[in-house]
């Protein structure tokens, strides 16, 4: 089973509101990922966690917060975004954090009026 | 740093014919590479990898690809494509930096396969 699952599919939110992200896996993988991907374009990485730990953030702005509560889990909290972050946001689990194979989730697809 | 460069970015193609999508890459240190295809409106679904080995690399759907060091190419083909081979499809090189596993994506090629 390499099954990474992404709630909700669809989010409209407004400008002032605040969001949250959500991807899980019960693959017992260690490292987990937050892409962010634009129409016609290829993903780009905004997150990496390892071992629950942070490891990688590519310069992501601070309305952009992720939370890995447990080794299964991985939330980004949203807040105050702007239109312009619409996008499709896809998670990735891999088992470590070396050069590993990624498994994606399905994505949700965040719109921002 | 790595780079991949995906020459096309639409390939149209009749259903049953041959197909192959280009893939080079760059990078400085050994590199693992990966093709994902992803369908409309869905997330990326891995097709194959090279890590080690054997340079031909078989998929699924029928695809294959091929690791060529000297020419530092991973191509992807199939023989006879499918009408739901339609889909964006995704080469990347994964990089151990020492600073964790970065996945660089090339920008994507749209193979468009018609009746």
């Known amino acids: 089973d390499t099954e990474v699952t992404q709630t909700p599919k669809h989010l409209v939110m407004g400008m002032t509101n605040k969001k949250s992200l959500k991807c899980e896996q019960h693959m017992g993988h260690r490292a987990m990922y937050w892409y962010k991907q634009k129409a016609k374009k290829p993903p780009e990485l905004m997150f990496v966690?390892?071992?629950?730990?942070?490891?990688i953030n590519e310069s992501v702005p601070s309305r952009f917060s992720p939370e890995c509560p447990n080794s299964s889990l991985l939330n980004l909290h949203l807040h105050a975004l702007q239109p312009e972050d619409s996008a499709l946001y896809l998670c990735a689990s891999s088992v470590r954090e070396a050069q590993e194979t990624q498994y994606f989730g399905p994505g949700t697809r965040l719109l921002v009026l | 740093a790595q780079s991949v460069t995906q020459l096309d970015s639409q390939v149209p193609v009749f259903e049953e014919a041959p197909v192959e999508l280009r893939c080079n890459y760059s990078s400085s240190v050994s590199v693992y590479l990966f093709w994902y295809v992803q369908y409309p409106n869905q997330g990326l679904q891995l097709l194959l990898k090279y890590l080690s080995g054997s340079t031909l690399v078989k998929g699924i759907n029928g695809f294959e690809a091929e690791f060529n060091k000297s020419q530092t190419s991973f191509h992807l083909r199939k023989p006879s494509v499918h009408i739901s081979d339609t889909a964006e499809y995704f080469c990347?090189?994964?990089?151990?930096?020492?600073?964790?596993?970065?996945?660089?994506f090339g920008t994507g090629t749209q193979l468009k396969v018609e009746l």
């Open positions: 990347a090189v994964s990089e151990n930096t020492g600073g964790g596993n970065k996945l660089t």
């Open positions: 966690y390892s071992y629950e730990k942070l490891s």
